[in-house]
Nanobody
């Protein structure tokens, strides 16, 4: 069993910053990619950012490009999401996800096998 545990969510004013972390534990597996998705009330779970293990190449949703940065520390089995210049529309539950399926589209949630429980991010105007 693989567990993903997110941390770092909270309440912040517009223009502020937060850093989310996601630590992977449990049985050992070689992850192809890890990603962040978010879900606002009444909306679908949307892609935010993802990073491949092998070359640390990244993808970002257009709505967060230039504001969010995803990174990973393979030695710590942890992925991070640095969120700057936060906007009220960034308010959502943020979920960490991981997959070992090689070659998937890392911006597609259907390719991810393991999910965290989510952490709430609220940005006030």
């Amino acid at each position: 069993q693989v567990q993903l545990v997110e941390a770092g969510g909270g309440l912040v004013q517009a223009g502020g910053s937060l850093r989310l972390s996601c630590e992977r534990s449990g049985r050992t597996f070689s992850s192809y990619a890890m990603g962040w998705f978010r879900q606002a009330p009444g909306k679908e779970r949307d892609f935010v950012a993802a990073i491949r293990r092998s070359d640390r190449s990244t993808n970002y949703a257009d709505s967060v490009k230039g504001r969010f940065t995803i990174s990973r520390d393979n030695a710590k089995n942890t992925v991070y999401l640095q969120m700057n210049s936060l906007k009220p529309e960034d308010t959502a539950v943020y979920y960490c996800a991981a997959t070992s399926v090689y070659g998937i589209r890392i911006d597609d949630r259907r390719g991810y096998v393991y999910w965290g429980q989510g952490t709430q991010v609220t940005v006030s105007s």
